[in-house]
């Protein structure tokens, strides 16, 4: 995480109250990010995954449905992260925050190259132990002008928190 990531994230932590609010509330909703050729053959070098469909923009216009390449699943899935930073708070007292996993992941629309995409986060789930906060997300990734997102998920994410000083509730 660079630097401005990191303020930008640190200037959306609440107290712990106030985070409580946000259960079931309405979703964070990043800003737009677009999936460009370049990225996804970053990602099949990084991953080892170059199937035509993802690079070799020519092939897959001619032998495929989605009239060019497309975005790895697992690319898409990955951009939960940054798109995260850019719109879920954090609890004050954070030192870290880990991904925990998932329970569940469908891709339900390809990301075609140059598409715009955004996550969408809405938090269903918390629990509080005295150092780390679990949180439970429905999570999505939206196309921008498509009728279905990429993909819908349901992921953990956990924070280790700063214990609470000694005149501190939590």
Same mark, same amino acid.
């Given at each position: 995480m660079s630097r401005d990531d990191e303020n930008a994230l640190r200037q959306r932590l609440v107290p712990m109250d106030v985070y409580?609010? &946000?259960?079931?509330?309405d979703p964070?909703?990043?800003?737009?990010? #677009?999936?460009?050729?370049? $990225?996804i053959d970053r990602f099949a070098d990084a991953t080892n995954?170059?199937?035509? *469909?993802?690079?070799?923009p020519a092939r897959a216009k001619a032998e495929t449905p989605f009239g060019g390449t497309i975005a790895h699943g697992f690319l898409s899935l990955s951009l939960?992260? #940054?798109?995260? &930073?850019?719109? $879920?708070?954090?609890v004050d007292r954070t030192r870290m925050g880990v991904n925990y996993g998932f329970d569940e992941v469908r891709f339900?629309?390809?990301? /075609?190259?140059?598409a715009r995409v955004r996550g969408s986060f809405q938090?269903?789930?918390? /629990?509080?132990?005295?150092?780390?906060?679990?949180? #439970?997300w429905n999570a999505s990734i939206e196309i921008e002008g498509a009728p279905k997102p990429?993909?819908?998920?349901?992921? *953990?994410t956990l924070a280790v928190l700063e214990p609470p000083a000694d005149d501190e509730g939590t």
């Amino acid at each position: 995480m660079s630097r401005d990531d990191e303020n930008a994230l640190r200037q959306r932590l609440v107290p712990m109250d106030v985070y409580r609010t &946000y259960l079931g509330g309405d979703p964070f909703v990043s800003g737009w990010l #677009t999936v460009d050729q370049s $990225m996804i053959d970053r990602f099949a070098d990084a991953t080892n995954d170059h199937q035509f *469909i993802h690079v070799d923009p020519a092939r897959a216009k001619a032998e495929t449905p989605f009239g060019g390449t497309i975005a790895h699943g697992f690319l898409s899935l990955s951009l939960l992260s #940054t798109l995260a &930073y850019d719109a $879920m708070p954090g609890v004050d007292r954070t030192r870290m925050g880990v991904n925990y996993g998932f329970d569940e992941v469908r891709f339900l629309t390809p990301v /075609k190259s140059g598409a715009r995409v955004r996550g969408s986060f809405q938090l269903v789930a918390v /629990k509080e132990r005295a150092v780390s906060l679990q949180s #439970t997300w429905n999570a999505s990734i939206e196309i921008e002008g498509a009728p279905k997102p990429a993909l819908v998920a349901r992921w *953990i994410t956990l924070a280790v928190l700063e214990p609470p000083a000694d005149d501190e509730g939590t």
